[in-house]
Each structure stands twice: as structure tokens, then as C-alpha cells.
């Protein structure tokens, strides 16, 4: 079935350390790919996305991800966390044929 | 920055009683969809809505349920006879476009800040 897979459950970090958040996908096709973050509380919020051209897309707040078209992956990446990134984060793809399809999430608990 | 205002921000019903939920999409956005997620679970797609008609609907969206847009700017989730496993936060959200059509960005989703059903 055509999904959105996000690996990571929970994943706890000091700050300034890196982090790497996973988001695989099985739609086959043009697919334009989405990282949202919902804070504690609030709604969800655009981080990033990317539609077409260079493959490592930049984000508010210095997250960026990579798309990898053999992989079927779209990886969010920041390289020092800090504590007031603490929120759950969502991977998301949009087809030509479905609307956006969110992934389980995961939440990220950074320690100060 | 325009917004997508949804009502009431929490509802607390009895099983078996209906439910409206009332969304106030972007002005200029014509697609409108409603989205869950139950605590601690993952954000799922229910609808989308374009043109007085539903263009999507999920699984989860079966006779309970129904959206209308009564008056051309309010969008409003319906469940008929709520069940206890209704509850949850239910997102409104807009786009200017749909799919992987149109310009470049404008199928961007902007969603409100949710409305939360508790069934008891």
C-alpha cells in the first residue's frame, strides 16, 4: 500500500548535537515531499518542501532535507538542535492523484 | 499572514449526538480539506473538498461523515452520531491549488489550529 514512513518514534537529544529525522515513501510517480512541525500546543507548521530541482531543500530555522529519488527518501537534517526545536515533526507527500498523506511523525525531545 | 480559524477550539459531546465543526479557510484558497489525528497517533487525511464537491475522501470517512461549504467562506465537518473513537483533533486546512498542479508552492497546505472533539 502507498505510504509515508517515518522510523523514528522518539528521539531524544542534547542540544547542539545533530540530528537526522528519516521519512521514506512507496508512492511511485512526481511526488512533491513536505516536513511540518507541530509544536507542544500549536498546529502544524511548514518547515520545508520541495517540488522539483536541486534536491537538498533549505527550511526555516536551519532545518534542511535531501531528497533521494533511489530511495525513495526525503530525510530532515539540522546539524545543532536546540531545546526550543522540541516538537513532534511530520513528513508528507502530495501526488498528482492524492492529497497530502502525512507519516506517523516523531517526536523529538531535545534536553537543554 | 492570512490563517485558517477553526471553531470551537474544543467540544466535549455525548456518544450519539452530532457535531459541527466550523472552518474559516484562506480567502483566496479554493481546495479545503480536513485532516485528525488522535492523541498520540499519526495526522490522517479524511477529505478534500473543491467546487461544492468532495475531490478525496479516506477510509475514515464513511457515512458519519460530511463537509459542506454552507455560505462560501465557512467549511464545516459534520459527524452525525459521534462515537466515543471520534475523539480527537480535527485540522482544517486550504490550498490555492491541488495535486502537483499549478505554481510552485501553491498546493502548500495551510492548516488552522484545530479543533479538539472529546466523546463521552
Known amino acids: 500500500a502507498q505510504s509515508v514512513s517515518q522510523h523514528n518514534h522518539h528521539v531524544i537529544l542534547s542540544e547542539a548535537a545533530s540530528l537526522e529525522l528519516g521519512c521514506n515513501y512507496s508512492?511511485?510517480?512526481?511526488?512533491?515531499l513536505f516536513w511540518y512541525v507541530q509544536y507542544p500546543g500549536q498546529h502544524l507548521q511548514l518547515l520545508l518542501k520541495y517540488f522539483s530541482g536541486d534536491p537538498l531543500v533549505k527550511g526555516i530555522k536551519g532545518f534542511e532535507a535531501e531528497f533521494i529519488k533511489s530511495k525513495f527518501s526525503f530525510n530532515l537534517r539540522k546539524p545543532s538542535v536546540q531545546w526550543s526545536d522540541t516538537a513532534e515533526y511530520f513528513c508528507a507527500v502530495t501526488t498528482n492523484n492524492n492529497d497530502m498523506r502525512f507519516g506517523a511523525g516523531t517526536r523529538l525531545t531535545v534536553k537543554p | 499572514e492570512p490563517e485558517v480559524t477553526q471553531t470551537p477550539s474544543h467540544q466535549v459531546t455525548q456518544m450519539g449526538q452530532e457535531v459541527i465543526l466550523r472552518c474559516v479557510p484562506i480567502s483566496n484558497h479554493l481546495y479545503f480539506y480536513w485532516y485528525r489525528q488522535i492523541l498520540g497517533q499519526k495526522v490522517e487525511f479524511l477529505v478534500s473538498?473543491?467546487?461544492?464537491?468532495?475531490?478525496?475522501k479516506s477510509e475514515i470517512f464513511d457515512d458519519q461523515f460530511s463537509v459542506e461549504r454552507p455560505d462560501g467562506s465557512n467549511f464545516t465537518l459534520k459527524i452525525r452520531s459521534t462515537k466515543l473513537e471520534d475523539s480527537a483533533m480535527y485540522f482544517c486546512?486550504?490550498?490555492?491549488?491541488?495535486?502537483?498542479?499549478?505554481?510552485?508552492?501553491?498546493?502548500?497546505?495551510?492548516f488552522g489550529a484545530g479543533s479538539r472533539l472529546t466523546v463521552l
Open positions: 508512492y511511485g510517480g512526481t511526488v512533491n
Open positions: 473538498f473543491y467546487n461544492n464537491e468532495i475531490s478525496e
Open positions: 486546512a486550504s490550498s490555492s491549488q491541488r495535486g502537483l498542479r499549478g505554481l510552485s508552492g501553491a498546493n502548500v497546505l495551510t
